[in-house]
């Protein structure tokens, strides 16, 4: 997983770069200084979201999920854009992504993408000085303490979808993911984040603050995103691979069937 994380940025760089470049030169040439602010902020977003698209889409895939893909065991489908009437606005939003469980359609995973030009929070106004991480500043902000940017917003509107989703369908999501395709804050435990009856306890919440940290953190990010893990699923076993999972003598019985898949 680290090394398809690493291939995927590195890849993103070498081959958007120049690319990127000649955008701008092309749509810039023979403009106005105001004409070209202009058009440069349209680029820039145009690239921002296939920035986000190239990137998160690809992390996702990593972690084994995938957005319309064929029908298949131990694979996570995505629902982009998947439509939730909201119970606090009592209006349709739309979730980025919506990751379910195949067979059962029970929620899995909530993702909301943001601007690759998004920061991280950090505490606002007299409280800066009360958190020293980053899941620390995330907790408080859940529990009313002002962050920085937009945060509070992105925290009330994600707290929407999870209470919304859990509404619906009677089961809370089992994670929650806020990104913009270098920093990643997961909620661990949403029930516990976005409940009106959660603790808000930080350590249910991961953050990796760039890709360097994904580097670092990669078991920890895989373990609490991969869709297996997520699903609570074992995956598949050819013969050769049971030894690794079963140790002979915790083998009480053999049974031989068959199973067709149509």
């Known amino acids: 997983f680290a090394l398809a994380c690493r291939r995927l940025q590195g890849n993103y760089q070498e081959l958007f770069r ?23 902020d349209v680029i820039e977003q145009a690239l921002e ?19 319309d893909s064929l029908p298949q065991d131990g694979v996570g489908e995505l ?8 119970v606090s606005t009592e209006t349709t939003r739309f979730l980025d992504y919506l990751g379910l469980e ?20 950090t505490l606002a106004g007299r409280a800066r000085k009360r958190a020293a991480a980053l899941a ?16 509070g917003t992105w925290l009330g509107d994600l ?27 997961v909620f661990l435990d949403p029930e516990d ?12 919440i991961l953050v990796i603050e760039n890709p360097n940290d994904l580097q670092t953190k990669a078991g920890e990010f895989f373990l ?24 002979a003598a915790q083998v009480k019985g053999v049974m031989h069937g068959v199973r067709q898949r149509y």
Request: with cysteine; proline share 7%.
């Open 136 to 151: 620390e500043v995330v907790s408080l902000g859940l529990q009313g303490d002002p962050l920085t940017g937009d945060w």
């Open 159 to 185: 707290g929407d979808y999870v209470r919304t989703v859990a509404t619906r369908s009677g089961q809370c999501p089992r994670r929650a993911l806020i990104t913009n395709g270098d920093w990643f804050v």
């Open 224 to 247: 609490a995103l991969a869709h297996r893990h997520v699903a609570h699923t074992a995956p598949p076993l050819t013969v050769g691979q049971v030894p690794l999972a079963v140790a």
């Open 18 to 40: 120049h690319r990127i470049a000649e955008v701008r030169a092309r749509f810039g040439e023979g403009l106005s200084p105001g004409e070209r602010a202009a058009a440069e």
């Open 49 to 67: 979201a296939h920035s986000r698209a190239y990137v998160i889409n690809g992390v996702l895939g990593a972690l084994n999920w995938r957005i």
């Open 79 to 86: 629902i982009p854009e998947a439509p939730v009437y909201s």
């Open 102 to 121: 195949r067979q059962t359609e029970r929620p899995l995973l909530i993702v909301e993408t943001k601007r690759p030009r998004s920061l991280l929070p």
């Open 193 to 204: 984040s976005f409940a009106t009856t959660g603790t808000k306890n930080s350590g249910r």
